[in-house]
């Protein structure tokens, strides 16, 4: 063994490992960190804010002050830090590794974003402050919106829809109110098979009956059973492009144009915008309605869980339509029209004007890149995706045939009969260091593996998915299948029981004392 | 193009392995008419210079740090502690998908789970789910979950919320058969407009939805509110546009409510211009399996250690498609956590005190409002915020001493149109100094006079 002078080991020869078996004392593992809930860690008279001395006044609150105790228990400014960062570091993030979780384009969220979202100018403005006062943002704004109509060859964009899902809701709403416009009561929307739950859910919100259309065999959508579904009654169709099996629809401008000739409007689910950017102009293939997802394409953080940010673009015809607020530039200045007296808006979707912190990162990130860049990043969102396929296709089953667009679909062929599903497979993934892909959607094929790595990695970065994907194929197929049944064993839990979760819901926190005397 | 890591020669190499000549051979299913289009943007920026450019439109616009500022009517400026944009910012949560994988998200459904129970608990309510995009959108689903749990489609909106609510509820469900009756607002008498409520339940009523405290600031009881509704089989929603009002007045909760939506933007969220801002929504337990958006739940792992899901998503769009509760995917997941830790530093005891300051500076502001000539202060019972009456247009003397730096509040005009053209809007918090007062009221003096 080898000493340093003061006679510590400094080798490990003589370590003999133990394994998983030896407990610690405080629960903690190493740098797992076991961290309780804040009701178990702080109490009511404990806080980490400065709490000023209130001068004796008279309160105002005509007997409706809250005397009772509230439950929400403090933490002192170094425990929250501590608690925050404690359970930052059982998280999965993009900072951390490769994400490929398709449909939802999991790329670098660069920091001058957060930086220029925080100056004092964008951040710390009120909604409602004189327009003389936020002439900047309102600016902004305006220019975000011209950097999106010319990326996508659209004349009008509606910035306010809070997330995607509220984007489809914006475009569904303005199909309706321009066919109620023009007296044309229609109650259908089709939607194809492949869809995201978020179309069908939305046709319903503004009250149209949905009708799932087939695809074919290759993925796409069938332009003939798509015309033959076309009658008086349909309103419009929402169609994602590329679509959910990571394809574009090679038809689509034939589709349009079907739509069109029968009096309904083209509604495209932007999701996977990040494929075709500076490629492809949805303006130049009959799209009538489209959000794009600032959080996704536009590099905006998804935050765990938003917020999101949902752009809607129009075309010419739906554009009369759009929700208020509009921004718009009058003889050189810039204004914010919260009615749209002289259109014929459907309304507001949201108090306010919209994700203004999403704009100032998107076109941060916009100006960043440029056209030049943009157009390159969509290549190298394609071009992983496709070396990821080619390099996976031998041992994995791929659903269609390529060239995909920024997403790879396999589906669970490869595992029949070796006993480990899709969800297995997945959890196995975790123990290599990776987010899993997205699993059993889209819902057209069977154990669906929608695999997304989006243009921030590096093709080392690849390889090494490569050879870990590569692997745990090998030894499912050959029936080595100790390392999924329980997977993940690396994570820090291990497989959590969602069943349960859902039986018996414990949706808040309840202090033990009160559950006994319920119990009681 | 420095977020793009692969090298010309890495891009040969993989090109080779798929065995494509060029990067077009991938996009061969786009028709070749509409690929590579002429893009009129211009080319790549540095980082610096993407800072110089942005900065010089920031400093285009007057910030609430800047001067005197009494700015409220549903986004209030808040002092937020630094520790709180630290621990946003750090990549685990920042750079996180929703958590579908809880192996590796137990952080992010930690803390939703720790937001669930604050909001519960601020609200005096049962559950709460883990956001809505904001108050407003809330708003709206709030009446569309009344419907789904009293199976009626009459809702009453109170004249006291938010007329961007109001706008919201109604462009929501105008192409469903929702009936959506909206009252009149009376900002100098607020038991005239709660009793216009009350008068107007009836059997076919499926909720009735008010603001307290009211956009004009009036804080009311609602108990007879609530036993009217209850008497109606009514669902009662509460809307609260200012959280730090849960630290001094009496919940929502506690005066009888079914449904409460919330902008929680005041707990650790910034301005921002309006967005991205953060919903709250929390109800009664037999209501739950009505809600819509997402929730998280305690569960155990494999090896029986307590652990976090979502849960109950067979209300939510992924499965249910047509049939969810709401179409909502995305919630306000960064914004919730910003809440929660700064909700967290506060506790109890902070927000108690926070809030106040908050109303004692507000008296303060009452009075040295009500020393102005011309100028009436409309509220006897509130929390931060009051409607005063000018003897001029509120719009002409808001933008007057804009011209000063003090930005004096929100007009009447901008929210409910030219009837309240004489209204303005004042709110006060922790960050409002006796100097700021003094800067606002010598201000009225002069634009007054």
Same mark, same amino acid.
């Given at each position: 063994?080898?000493?340093?002078?003061?006679?510590?080991?400094?080798?490990?020869?003589?370590?003999?490992?133990?394994?998983?078996?030896?407990?610690?004392?405080?629960?903690?593992?190493?740098?797992?960190?076991?961290?309780p809930?804040?009701?178990?860690?702080?109490?009511?008279?404990?806080?980490?804010?400065?709490?000023?001395?209130?001068?004796?006044?008279?309160?105002?609150?005509?007997?409706?002050?809250?005397?009772?105790?509230?439950?929400?228990?403090?933490?002192?400014?170094?425990?929250?830090?501590?608690?925050?960062?404690?359970?930052?570091?059982?998280?999965?993030?993009?900072?951390m590794?490769?994400?490929?979780?398709?449909?939802?384009?999991?790329?670098?969220?660069?920091?001058?974003?957060?930086?220029?979202?925080?100056?004092p100018?964008?951040?710390?403005?009120?909604?409602?402050?004189?327009?003389?006062?936020?002439?900047?943002?309102?600016?902004?704004?305006?220019?975000?919106?011209?950097?999106?109509?010319?990326l996508?060859?659209?004349?009008?964009?509606?910035?306010?829809?809070?997330?995607?899902?509220?984007?489809?809701?914006?475009?569904?709403?303005?199909?309706?109110?321009?066919?109620?416009?023009?007296?044309?009561?229609?109650?259908?929307?089709?939607?194809?098979?492949s869809a995201?739950?978020?179309?069908?859910?939305?046709?319903?919100?503004?009250?149209?009956?949905?009708?799932?259309v087939?695809?074919?065999?290759?993925?796409?959508?069938?332009?003939?059973?798509?015309?033959?579904?076309?009658d008086?009654?349909?309103?419009?169709?929402?169609?994602?492009?590329?679509?959910?099996?990571?394809?574009?629809?090679?038809?689509?401008?034939?589709?349009?144009?079907?739509?069109?000739?029968?009096?309904?409007?083209?509604?495209?689910?932007?999701?996977?915008?990040?494929a075709?950017?500076?490629?492809?102009?949805?303006?130049?293939?009959?799209?009538?309605?489209?959000?794009?997802?600032?959080?996704?394409?536009?590099?905006?953080?998804?935050?765990?869980?938003?917020?999101?940010?949902?752009?809607?673009?129009?075309?010419?015809?739906?554009?009369?339509?759009?929700?208020?607020?509009?921004?718009?530039?009058?003889?050189?200045?810039?204004?914010?029209?919260?009615?749209?007296?002289?259109?014929?808006?459907?309304?507001?979707?949201?108090?306010?004007?919209?994700?203004?912190?999403?704009?100032?990162?998107?076109?941060?990130?916009?100006?960043s890149?440029?056209?030049?860049?943009?157009?390159?990043?969509?290549?190298?969102?394609?071009?992983?995706?496709?070396?990821?396929?080619a390099?996976?296709?031998?041992?994995?089953?791929?659903?269609?045939?390529?060239?995909?667009?920024?997403?790879?679909?396999?589906?669970?062929?490869?595992?029949?009969?070796?006993?480990?599903?899709?969800?297995?497979?997945?959890?196995?993934?975790?123990?290599e260091?990776?987010?899993?892909?997205?699993?059993?959607?889209?819902?057209?094929?069977?154990?669906?593996?929608?695999?997304?790595?989006?243009?921030?990695?590096?093709?080392?970065?690849?390889?090494?998915?490569?050879?870990?994907?590569?692997?745990?194929?090998?030894?499912?197929?050959?029936?080595?299948?100790?390392?999924?049944?329980?997977?993940?064993?690396?994570?820090?839990?291990?497989?959590?029981?969602?069943?349960?979760?859902?039986?018996?819901?414990?949706?808040?926190?309840?202090?033990?004392?009160?559950?006994?005397?319920?119990?009681? | 193009?420095?977020?793009?890591?692969?090298?010309g020669?890495?891009?040969?190499?993989?090109?080779?392995?798929?065995?494509?000549?060029?990067?077009?051979?991938?996009?061969?299913?786009?028709?070749?008419?509409?690929?590579?289009?002429?893009?009129?943007l211009?080319?790549?920026?540095?980082?610096?210079?993407?800072?110089?450019?942005?900065?010089?439109?920031?400093?285009?616009?007057?910030?609430?740090?800047?001067?005197?500022?009494?700015?409220?009517?549903?986004?209030?400026?808040?002092?937020?502690?630094?520790?709180?944009?630290?621990?946003?910012?750090?990549?685990?949560?920042?750079?996180?998908?929703?958590?579908?994988?809880?192996?590796?998200?137990?952080?992010?459904?930690?803390?939703?789970?720790?937001f669930?129970?604050?909001?519960?608990?601020?609200?005096g309510?049962?559950?709460?789910?883990?956001?809505?995009?904001?108050?407003?959108?809330?708003?709206?689903?709030?009446?569309?979950?009344?419907?789904?749990?009293?199976?009626?489609?009459?809702?009453?909106i109170?004249?006291s919320?938010?007329?961007?609510?109001?706008?919201?509820?109604?462009?929501?469900?105008?192409?469903?058969?929702?009936?959506?009756?909206?009252?009149?607002?009376?900002?100098?008498?607020?038991?005239?407009?709660?009793? @216009?409520?009350?008068?107007?339940?009836?059997?076919?009523?499926?909720?009735?939805?008010?603001?307290?405290?009211?956009v004009?600031?009036?804080?009311?009881?609602?108990?007879?509110?609530?036993?009217?509704?209850?008497?109606?089989?009514?669902?009662?929603?509460?809307?609260?546009?200012?959280?730090?009002?849960?630290?001094?007045?009496?919940?929502?909760?506690?005066?009888?409510?079914?449904?409460?939506?919330?902008?929680?933007?005041?707990?650790?969220?910034?301005?921002?211009?309006?967005?991205?801002?953060?919903?709250?929504? @929390?109800?009664?337990?037999?209501?739950?399996?009505?809600?819509?958006?997402?929730?998280?739940?305690?569960?155990v792992?494999?090896?029986?250690?307590?652990?976090?899901?979502?849960?109950?998503?067979?209300?939510?769009?992924?499965?249910?498609?047509?049939?969810?509760?709401?179409?909502?995917?995305?919630?306000?997941?960064?914004?919730?956590?910003?809440?929660?830790?700064?909700?967290?530093?506060?506790?109890?005891?902070?927000?108690?005190?926070?809030?106040?300051?908050?109303?004692?500076?507000?008296?303060?502001?009452?009075?040295?409002?009500?020393?102005?000539?011309?100028?009436?202060?409309?509220?006897?019972?509130?929390?931060?915020?009051?409607?005063?009456?000018?003897?001029m247009?509120?719009?002409?003397?808001?933008?007057?001493? @804009?011209?000063?730096?003090?930005?004096?509040?929100?007009?009447?005009?901008?929210?409910?149109?030219?009837?309240?053209s004489?209204?303005?809007?004042?709110?006060?918090?922790?960050?409002?100094?006796?100097?700021?007062?003094?800067?606002?009221?010598?201000?009225?003096?002069?634009?007054?006079?």
């Amino acid at each position: 063994m080898s000493m340093n002078t003061q006679g510590r080991p400094t080798g490990v020869e003589a370590i003999t490992p133990a394994g998983d078996d030896i407990e610690s004392y405080s629960g903690h593992r190493g740098l797992r960190l076991a961290e309780p809930l804040i009701h178990e860690l702080g109490d009511d008279t404990t806080t980490g804010v400065d709490v000023p001395d209130v001068p004796a006044f008279e309160n105002a609150l005509g007997g409706l002050a809250r005397d009772g105790e509230i439950g929400a228990p403090g933490l002192s400014e170094p425990q929250t830090v501590r608690h925050y960062t404690r359970l930052s570091r059982y998280n999965y993030g993009i900072d951390m590794g490769l994400f490929p979780l398709g449909s939802c384009t999991m790329k670098h969220n660069p920091r001058l974003n957060e930086k220029m979202a925080r100056l004092p100018g964008f951040g710390d403005i009120h909604p409602l402050q004189p327009q003389s006062t936020v002439q900047g943002a309102i600016r902004l704004v305006g220019e975000l919106s011209h950097w999106i109509m010319t990326l996508t060859g659209m004349p009008a964009v509606a910035m306010s829809p809070k997330a995607g899902a509220h984007g489809e809701l914006c475009g569904v709403m303005a199909i309706r109110a321009a066919l109620e416009a023009r007296g044309d009561a229609r109650s259908v929307i089709l939607v194809p098979d492949s869809a995201h739950g978020t179309n069908p859910a939305t046709a319903a919100f503004c009250g149209y009956k949905v009708k799932s259309v087939p695809g074919k065999s290759d993925g796409r959508v069938d332009v003939d059973t798509m015309k033959a579904a076309l009658d008086e009654n349909v309103a419009g169709v929402m169609i994602t492009n590329p679509n959910t099996c990571g394809l574009f629809e090679r038809d689509i401008i034939e589709i349009a144009d079907a739509i069109h000739a029968n009096g309904s409007f083209f509604y495209c689910d932007g999701a996977n915008f990040n494929a075709i950017v500076g490629k492809a102009r949805p303006g130049d293939l009959g799209v009538d309605a489209m959000h794009l997802n600032l959080h996704k394409t536009f590099s905006t953080p998804h935050g765990g869980g938003g917020p999101g940010s949902g752009p809607v673009i129009f075309s010419q015809a739906l554009a009369p339509f759009a929700p208020v607020p509009h921004f718009k530039e009058v003889d050189g200045s810039w204004v914010i029209d919260e009615n749209g007296e002289e259109t014929e808006t459907f309304g507001r979707l949201t108090a306010f004007h919209g994700q203004m912190g999403m704009y100032v990162r998107a076109l941060s990130y916009m100006l960043s890149h440029g056209a030049d860049g943009l157009k390159q990043a969509s290549e190298d969102a394609v071009l992983n995706a496709n070396y990821i396929l080619a390099s996976l296709d031998d041992l994995f089953s791929a659903s269609f045939d390529g060239p995909c667009m920024h997403e790879a679909l396999f589906d669970d062929r490869f595992l029949k009969d070796t006993g480990v599903t899709t969800l297995d497979f997945a959890k196995a993934m975790i123990d290599e260091g990776y987010h899993p892909m997205t699993m059993y959607f889209p819902l057209v094929v069977h154990g669906a593996m929608l695999v997304e790595p989006t243009e921030s990695e590096s093709k080392a970065s690849l390889d090494q998915f490569i050879t870990s994907m590569r692997g745990l194929a090998s030894e499912a197929i050959a029936g080595k299948t100790e390392r999924f049944a329980g997977a993940p064993y690396f994570a820090p839990m291990k497989r959590l029981d969602e069943t349960r979760a859902a039986r018996k819901p414990v949706l808040r926190y309840t202090a033990p004392e009160i559950i006994s005397e319920v119990a009681e | 193009m420095r977020y793009l890591p692969l090298s010309g020669d890495d891009r040969q190499q993989m090109l080779e392995k798929i065995g494509a000549k060029s990067v077009d051979d991938l996009f061969v299913d786009i028709p070749a008419s509409v690929l590579n289009p002429d893009i009129d943007l211009p080319d790549h920026k540095s980082e610096m210079q993407v800072e110089r450019y942005l900065g010089a439109m920031a400093r285009q616009n007057i910030a609430a740090s800047d001067g005197p500022f009494f700015l409220g009517a549903g986004a209030y400026k808040h002092h937020v502690p630094a520790s709180v944009d630290h621990l946003i910012q750090r990549g685990e949560f920042l750079t996180a998908y929703t958590p579908y994988q809880p192996e590796i998200a137990q952080g992010s459904l930690q803390t939703v789970f720790e937001f669930q129970s604050q909001v519960a608990a601020l609200t005096g309510m049962d559950v709460a789910n883990a956001s809505m995009y904001d108050g407003s959108t809330g708003c709206a689903e709030a009446v569309l979950m009344a419907r789904r749990v009293t199976r009626r489609n009459k809702a009453l909106i109170a004249g006291s919320v938010h007329p961007h609510y109001r706008a919201v509820t109604e462009t929501t469900t105008q192409f469903t058969d929702d009936d959506i009756v909206g009252l009149e607002a009376i900002p100098a008498d607020p038991n005239a407009e709660l009793q @216009a409520v009350i008068n107007a339940v009836d059997d076919q009523t499926s909720c009735v939805v008010i603001q307290n405290p009211g956009v004009c600031g009036h804080i009311l009881d609602l108990s007879e509110l609530a036993e009217t509704c209850h008497a109606h089989k009514a669902l009662m929603v509460v809307v609260v546009t200012e959280a730090y009002s849960f630290g001094a007045v009496k919940s929502p909760g506690e005066m009888g409510a079914d449904i409460v939506v919330g902008e929680g933007q005041s707990i650790g969220n910034g301005l921002n211009f309006g967005g991205p801002y953060v919903g709250l929504f @929390a109800t009664r337990q037999k209501y739950v399996r009505n809600m819509p958006g997402r929730l998280c739940g305690e569960t155990v792992d494999a090896d029986g250690n307590r652990g976090f899901v979502l849960t109950l998503s067979t209300r939510e769009q992924h499965i249910r498609r047509e049939k969810a509760t709401s179409n909502i995917c995305t919630n306000a997941g960064l914004c919730a956590l910003a809440f929660t830790i700064h909700m967290t530093l506060m506790g109890e005891k902070g927000l108690k005190a926070l809030a106040m300051t908050n109303h004692e500076r507000t008296c303060k502001l009452r009075d040295a409002l009500a020393s102005v000539d011309g100028v009436t202060v409309l509220n006897k019972h509130f929390f931060n915020e009051l409607a005063v009456t000018l003897p001029m247009n509120a719009n002409d003397v808001v933008e007057t001493l @804009a011209g000063q730096g003090i930005l004096a509040g929100v007009p009447g005009g901008r929210l409910f149109g030219a009837s309240q053209s004489n209204l303005l809007l004042v709110a006060a918090t922790e960050c409002t100094t006796d100097e700021d007062i003094d800067a606002l009221v010598s201000g009225l003096k002069g634009a007054l006079s």
